[in-house]
């Protein structure tokens, strides 16, 4: 369960003296953490989804790592190598050209060396 507190909160309970933002309650995991003003590894929904001829794909990052951001068909095929480098902390877009590309469903992945995601997306012509 998250909570956002804005004030300082004090109890006996699984919350303790926090000075505002996001708390992961530790009941299920046995400790409590906080999570304020932290960008969390997450890739976004490409936009515009379907799209012609290209689409914006956002993710971030919240500590510097290498970074491999690709596009795949619907067979496995790479037919796009949009990210393939260290990047340091923040919010990226990148645009996906699909003028090159057959119209049909498309697979992204970000990946890190400890993190991977998969979206879809159609190219419409």
């Known amino acids: 369960m998250y909570y956002y ?3 300082p909160y004090y109890s006996y309970s699984p919350i303790n003296y926090i000075w505002g933002g996001l708390y ?3 009941s299920d995991t046995g400790e409590n953490r906080l999570i304020s003003n ?3 590894l997450s890739l976004k929904s490409a936009y515009p989804n379907p799209f012609n001829p ?6 971030s990052i919240p500590a510097n ?3 491999s951001l690709k596009v ?3 067979i496995g095929k790479a037919v796009a190598e949009l990210v393939n480098e260290i990047q340091e902390v923040g919010n990226y877009t990148i645009t996906f050209d699909g003028r090159n590309v057959s119209s049909g469903v498309y697979y992204y992945v970000l990946s890190t060396p ?5 979206k879809k ?3 419409i012509r």
């Not at 290209?54 to 993710?59: K, L, M």
């Open 5 to 7: 507190i804005q004030t």
């Open 24 to 26: 992961k309650n530790g």
């Open 38 to 40: 932290r960008l969390e």
């Open 54 to 59: 290209s689409t914006n794909i956002s993710y």
């Open 65 to 67: 790592n290498f970074v």
């Open 72 to 74: 795949y068909d619907s």
């Open 114 to 118: 400890n993190y991977w995601e998969v």
């Open 121 to 123: 997306m159609l190219l």
